[in-house]
């Protein structure tokens, strides 16, 4: 005789909760699309990660942002700014009307130095040069090995 307590019951959801449009893959595409890393962070070589929370009511609109952790210098501001820009579509939940707080985070990081155009990496070329002499040869002339190197520093501009 099967009991009620031998069924595994998966829980359910009676109500819906609001999802960016597209799911996580879109809303990290959109934070690359439209995040403008701040001048001042730029300049202070800041790079971090902002947390916000917010609300998402019934029909969608973004309210109460609020940075729970930030990194400063404008990233914060800037944070806020991409939050406010987001949209989520109306959610049904047979006549609830419900507000849902969200939780995100946005990376700040730091872009890799570009090469521009009529620039160059500086190198070094360090030449090594050895003696080639066995203990036990009589050699008149020694014959020399040389070994060079090249170290590569950084971008700076062509000497034209």
Do not use: W
């Not at 595994?8 to 996580?24: A, I, T």
């Not at 890393?37 to 916000?52: C, R």
């Amino acid at each position: 005789m099967k009991h009620q307590q031998d069924k595994q019951h998966k829980p359910k959801k009676f109500l819906k909760m609001p999802v960016f449009p597209g799911g996580k893959k879109s809303f990290r595409e959109f934070v690359a699309a439209n995040l403008q890393y701040p001048e001042e962070a730029l300049k202070n070589g800041i790079q971090g990660t902002v947390y916000l929370d917010y609300t998402v009511d019934n029909i969608g609109t973004i309210e109460n942002i609020a940075v729970t952790r930030g990194v400063g210098y404008g990233c914060d501001e800037e944070a806020v700014r991409l939050v406010k820009m987001l949209s989520y579509p109306p959610v049904r939940n047979r006549g609830v009307k419900m507000k849902v707080t969200m939780k995100t985070r946005i990376a700040f990081t730091l872009p890799a130095p570009q090469i521009e155009k009529g620039e160059s990496t500086a190198s070094f070329k360090i030449n090594y040069t050895s003696p080639k002499v066995l203990p036990t040869e009589k050699v008149e002339k020694p014959q020399n090995n040389s070994y060079g190197y090249t170290i590569t520093i950084g971008p700076q501009k062509a000497d034209s």
